[in-house]
């Protein structure tokens, strides 16, 4: 089975997927290798490229030094799928599907699309106190999740990562602007792409999936109630979309004989 790699966003880092990775082994979908993108996690001292495609090298190179060879199938969300579709329209020999989460792009949106103004206010204020971390992550908890039951919990265990890996500030912004200047390749990624957006999605507006959809002519699946941290908010429908989306491909591959 070709191996699935997981990118996580802005900031985040592997630990932030939650309970995801186990139940994407239990829903039959393999073991997925989990990659940090530069500036977090295991990779919280490295100097963040200035652009996405500079993360797109980092993130290969780990794979190979982790023994791991392509072609890979990419989930995806927010920055992390910014990288995924820079580099399946790059490389697209090592790039056998992506599933992309609340992801947004030039030139299919705009900035007021990509992030919501009304939570620029806020955004600043997390900048601004960085290092108080009980702060800023419920206020990222707030503008990212719908589900509200588990947010102690989720506070908790998030300041705990950032004390283990805290994220610079300066990685932060870095990685925020190479976000912003990333711009799509006109032509579609050639492997199979699946679309999913949450229709609460409270900082990026779903309609910047809508546009990438259409633009590559992929399919789109919209969680009616779930914020733009879809993983956290509902693992199990996201493993369900991709195992469906699994069928369909193995169908396709099939019919092709």
Do not use: K
């Not at 990438?212 to 941290?229: E, T």
């Amino acid at each position: 089975m070709t191996t699935w790699v997981f990118l996580r966003g802005l900031t985040r880092e592997s630990r932030h997927w939650g309970t995801l990775p186990q139940r994407w082994e239990l829903a039959g979908l393999g073991r997925p290798v989990l990659v940090d993108l530069p500036g977090n996690g295991t990779l919280a001292a490295v100097a963040v490229p200035a652009s996405v495609a500079g993360m797109v090298s980092v993130v290969r190179q780990q794979l190979s030094d982790a023994g791991r060879q392509p072609p890979y199938r990419i989930l995806a969300m927010s920055l992390g799928a910014m990288v995924a579709a820079s580099w399946a329209q790059a490389l697209p020999e090592e790039i056998a599907a992506l599933v992309l989460v609340n992801t947004s792009m030039r030139p299919y949106s705009h900035a007021a699309q990509r992030l919501r103004p009304a939570n620029w206010p806020a955004l600043a204020g997390v900048a601004w106190r960085w290092t108080d971390r009980s702060h800023c992550e419920r206020v990222i908890h707030r503008l990212t999740c719908a589900r509200a039951d588990t947010q102690d919990a989720d506070i908790r265990s998030w300041m705990e990562i950032a004390a283990s890996a805290p994220v610079s500030r300066t990685s932060a912004l870095r990685q925020l602007l190479a976000a912003a200047r990333f711009r799509a390749d006109a032509l579609a990624p050639r492997c199979p792409t699946l679309l999913l957006s949450s229709a609460a999605d409270r900082l990026v507006n779903p309609v910047c999936s809508a546009r990438i959809a259409q633009a590559w002519a992929a399919p789109l699946l919209q969680h009616p109630w779930a914020g733009h941290d879809l993983p956290h908010d509902d693992p199990q429908w996201l493993c369900e979309a991709v195992s469906r989306m699994n069928t369909v491909t193995a169908d396709m591959a099939t019919m092709s004989r």
